[in-house]
């Protein structure tokens, strides 16, 4: 950790990033720590947290409001050091406030250095994932056809993953989810739900080819505009979702096999734009999936 007086010296910015890093460092720590019970913080650091703060607070180029979240922080920090409860933070609810001074002062220095914040840049503190812990719905399964987007592939995994779709297939010109973009958004769900990337509608066949043996009577249905409104769409237990195309949308021929199947699903709309992000529709389909199936 990067002595006070040091710190002092480097000029504004190299200096609001190195805090911001220890500060991320720190949480990122505290997060993993949430729930058990052993120490985590020195004296030292205690003191460098509250010292950081202080010298924030004294940086009149930031508006008032942080300058005022700089002292509450600097005030947090210095009663922890008084009466030495986060050396061994006696419950979860005292490390989640900690996690939570921690956290609102980095992102006041990431913006004030310019630096414009991601979903993947957010400190991930659930651990490597266990695929042996998930729960699955057997035969959800998701087409993606085409989605350019590493960033919606990645949020449409992690979508995914969380309500229990069983596999996923993309098409050949899917972003690849191994992309440092889609894992990064996917928080590691890429490494626990099964996927592969193969063409299922080409040419002139416009069914399903087969998942597998015991998938291939699968019912197909498309999330694309002009269908049944999504509180109305009879969802299948078991059942192939097909989305397409951030620009053009599912293609003719996965369409076609919608068509012939279940048919097509909508999310209706009320606005000027009347469009969604294909990671949000996904989402909202997907969740109104999952839950018609538990109501069953």
């Known amino acids: 950790m990067i002595p006070l007086y ?30 058990k019970g052993a120490e985590i ?10 010292d950081a703060a202080k010298l924030l607070a004294k940086d009149t180029l930031f508006p008032q409001e942080a300058q005022k979240a700089f002292v509450e922080a600097a005030n947090f920090f210095g009663a922890a050091i008084a009466t030495q409860n986060p050396l061994s933070f006696s419950s979860t609810g005292d490390k989640s406030m900690f996690r939570r001074v921690l956290n609102s002062v980095k992102h006041i220095l990431l913006t004030e250095t310019g630096r414009d914040q ?14 042996q812990k998930r729960h699955v719905i057997d035969g959800m399964c998701v087409y993606m056809e085409d989605i350019r987007s ?51 509608f080409s040419g002139e066949n416009k069914s399903l080819e087969f998942l597998s043996s015991e998938k291939s009577s699968l019912p197909i249905f498309a999330l694309e505009t002009g269908g049944i409104p999504i509180d109305k769409f009879p969802f299948p237990n078991r059942g192939l979702l ?23 699903v909508s999310i209706p709309c009320h606005g000027t734009k009347a469009s969604l992000n294909v990671s ?14 538990k109501n069953l």
């Open 6 to 35: 040091k710190l002092e010296k480097l000029p504004r910015t190299q200096k609001l990033r190195k805090i911001a890093k220890v500060l991320s460092m720190a949480e990122n720590r505290l997060g993993m720590a949430i729930g």
């Open 41 to 50: 913080f020195s004296d030292s650091e205690l003191v460098f947290f509250t």
């Open 118 to 131: 991601a979903d993947w840049d957010f400190v991930n503190c659930s651990g490597q994932l266990d695929s």
């Open 150 to 200: 590493p960033f919606n592939v990645g949020a449409m995994f992690r979508t995914a993953e969380s309500f229990g779709v069983e596999k996923i297939i993309l098409s050949p010109f899917c972003a690849d989810p191994n992309h440092q973009r889609a894992k990064r958004t996917a928080m590691g769900c890429i490494d626990i739900i099964p996927w592969e990337k193969r063409e299922l």
């Open 242 to 264: 097909i989305t397409g195309s951030e620009e053009l949308g599912v293609s003719p021929n996965a369409l076609a096999a919608a068509d012939a199947s279940l048919g097509r």
């Open 280 to 293: 949000v529709a996904f989402g909202i389909a997907i969740q109104t999936w999952c839950a018609q199936i």
